[in-house]
């Protein structure tokens, strides 16, 4: 599926009461894409991601994503959530819950919500399957229990490769910031999203533990997640992106892989913008 | 006034089972009341302050929350006494139901009571834990009752605990007015029929006030215990206690 469309983003616009932050926002995001959206505070970027996974409604425009138009109220919003990942500046790792609950949480939950529905679904077939002469056959099922061991363990297998096994039973309050971001990512990431979405993942961190967070996001980038990046970190950008976005007042202003965007840049407010900022 | 005299026809009556029987009975719906009331105030301020902190785009929630707000208006805005007999000599025959216990009524209208308050409280809370959590509950695709039941209450109830402990204090000494509806609480129990044996007031009132006194110190001390209990995920869990150095 190279090169499919993940999600396709048409004149969408979002404003807050009379502040208008985006003014007509068209673009693609194919599978495999890593798009890194830069620009200076107050450009729409943060609003522009949070309005992909309808954290923000969208005021007009369109969001495909799996053949749904997700700015349609009628969506069940909720099941493509599942899909897109999202990693937030202030981390908001669950902090009522351990690290391995943090994890483990929405997918157990989810997968036994799923569950429930098929076991529904088979009960009411096995009464049907009485009076039918061709039985049909019921959906097969696992056991709520069987749910938990395994998300458990796959959630125990993310938090090795980041090396925070030992954290598992920890609260978050007792983490580092980089720490923390970390297991945002692995959470988003145990979801098995399509897309992941990162809404300047590095900007409250120490600079000292920037560098881990970049790390984990490069490690994810290279397994070929499809990502898009808010970000001031323009060296990371330039290494890591094979697209960027340059957004001023709402719009998109320059389009194009790193090189072009960084090295030759076309338009006015991104030529001032990278001098100030590199 | 002759105390050795009181405290002697105080003890004299308490000395009989059938007293001593009466009165843990009335201290004992005394709390069960309290109790119940506090877990029916819980839930229908949870359910109220819910309504009241959801987005209100669509006409369900903002029907519920007209609704919500008549509810606290009313149960905050008269006495419990007089919902207590509107409930127990006006509603209920009204409705044309016979025989259910004063008790009964008692707890149904301190939980529904109670409810208003805690609804207000919980907002609090609901507000005081960050939207971040909320917004990282429905990123991962948790809907937004799932995620208020899993992660924002849970933090909410914690933040609040020190003022639901408030409520229980008030609660428990409030319950003295179901005496109205002629429940044998502690105070019924202590003062119409224990102080009424021997004619004998003082005493009784001061065992009265010293019983409530106590009653309310164990609450307090168990909503420490719980309060620690739920710091479990607190920064300052663990953290050795700073000691005073002695300068010399």
């Known amino acids: ?278 | 006034m002759d105390w050795a005299n009181k405290i002697n026809k105080f003890l004299d009556t308490m000395s009989s089972e059938h007293y001593q029987k009466l009165l843990l009975t009335g201290l004992w719906t005394t709390v069960k009341i309290a109790i119940l009331g506090l877990l029916i105030g819980i839930v229908i301020g949870t359910i109220i302050a819910t309504v009241k902190v959801s987005p209100k785009y669509k006409l369900l929630p903002r029907i519920l929350d007209k609704i919500c707000t008549v509810y606290v208006a009313i149960f905050r805005g008269t006495p419990i006494a007089v919902q207590l007999l509107l409930a127990y000599y006006v509603l209920l025959p009204m409705m044309g139901v016979k025989g259910v216990p004063a008790v009964n009524v008692g707890i149904v209208v301190f939980g529904l009571n109670s409810g208003a308050y805690v609804s207000e409280i919980m907002r609090s809370g609901l507000n005081s834990v960050d939207v971040g959590q909320m917004e990282a509950g429905r990123s991962v695709g948790l809907g937004y009752g799932t995620t208020m039941l899993k992660i924002i209450i849970p933090q909410a109830i914690k933040n609040i605990l020190p003022t639901i402990g408030n409520e229980f204090i008030s609660l428990i000494k409030e319950t003295s007015v179901l005496s109205f509806i002629a429940v044998s609480d502690l105070y019924v129990a202590l003062i119409q029929h224990v102080a009424a044996v021997k004619y004998e007031w003082v005493i009784p009132y001061i065992v009265l006030a010293l019983i409530y006194f106590v009653l309310v110190l164990i609450i307090t001390l168990l909503i420490r215990i719980l309060e620690k209990i739920l710091a479990k995920n607190d920064r300052t869990k663990g953290k050795p206690k700073r000691k005073k150095q002695l300068v010399s």
């Open chain 1, 1 to 278: 599926m190279e090169n499919a469309n993940l999600l396709e983003i048409k004149n969408l616009t979002k404003s807050f009461g009379e502040l208008n932050v985006l003014n007509g926002i068209d673009f693609t995001v194919m599978q495999g894409e890593r798009i890194f959206v830069i620009g200076p505070s107050g450009s729409g970027k943060s609003t522009l991601l949070r309005c992909l996974n309808c954290m923000e409604d969208p005021t007009t425009g369109e969001i495909w994503f799996n053949g749904e138009n997700l700015a349609d109220l009628k969506v069940d919003i909720n099941k493509h959530r599942r899909q897109i990942g999202m990693v937030f500046q202030q981390f908001n790792l669950f902090n009522n819950k351990t690290v391995l609950q943090n994890i483990t949480l929405a997918p157990t939950y989810l997968r036994k919500k799923d569950q429930n529905k098929i076991k529904t679904a088979n009960f009411f077939k096995k009464i049907a399957n009485l009076f039918r002469k061709n039985k049909k056959e019921l959906a097969p099922t696992i056991s709520a229990k069987q749910i938990t061991e395994e998300e458990n363990e796959r959630a125990m297998k993310l938090l090795k490769r980041i090396g925070l096994e030992d954290k598992a039973n920890a609260y978050p309050s007792t983490l580092s910031g980089g720490q923390k971001q970390r297991i945002a990512i692995v959470r988003s990431l145990a979801m098995n999203p399509k897309v992941m979405l990162f809404d300047e993942p590095t900007s409250a961190l120490d600079p000292e533990m920037v560098g881990e967070v970049l790390q984990l996001m490069k490690d994810v980038a290279d397994e070929g997640m499809t990502m898009v990046v808010v970000t001031h970190e323009m060296g990371f950008a330039r290494e890591a992106a094979t697209r960027v976005l340059f957004m001023d007042e709402g719009l998109i202003k320059e389009d194009g892989t790193p090189e072009q965007v960084f090295d030759s840049p076309r338009d006015e407010r991104l030529q001032e913008f990278l001098s100030k900022v590199l």
